[in-house]
Nanobody
Framework: QVQLVESGGGLVRPGSSLELSCTASGRIYSSHFLAWFRQAPGQDREFVAGLRPSGNRYYADSVKDRFTISRNGAANTLYLDMGNLKSEDTGIYYC????????????????WGQGTQVTVSA
């Protein structure tokens, strides 16, 4: 059974940086696609960033050049480094795993963490 636990969220001011972590336990294979999603109040869950086993990275246009996704394979930990945060980045951030590979569609992901709250406010 795969378990994902996110951490690192908090309340920050616009322009700040924050690093989220997602620690995985269970069977996470090198072939799985790893991703971060977020969900703002009253909105659908949206793709933020994703990482292929090959190392290719994918980002939503809204976070490109501000966020970086990375992985520490030895520690089975996924990271999201967020810079120049804006109020519209506020939401609950989730890490997720897709066994079948690359996707930006939430329902195609097999495992989810419980989420960590990020609030960007002056």
């Amino acid at each position: 059974q795969v378990q994902l636990v996110e951490s690192g969220g908090g309340l920050v001011r616009p322009g700040s940086s924050l690093e989220l972590s997602c620690t995985a336990s269970g069977r996470i294979y090198s072939s799985h696609f790893l991703a971060w999603f977020r969900q703002a109040p009253g909105q659908d869950r949206e793709f933020v960033a994703g990482l292929r086993p090959s190392g290719n990275r994918y980002y939503a246009d809204s976070v490109k050049d501000r966020f970086t996704i990375s992985r520490n394979g030895a520690a089975n930990t996924l990271y999201l480094d967020m810079g120049n945060l804006k109020s519209e980045d506020t939401g609950i951030y989730y890490c997720a795993v897709a066994r079948r590979g690359y996707s930006r569609i939430p329902k195609e992901f097999d495992h989810w963490g419980q989420g960590t709250q990020v609030t960007v406010s002056a």
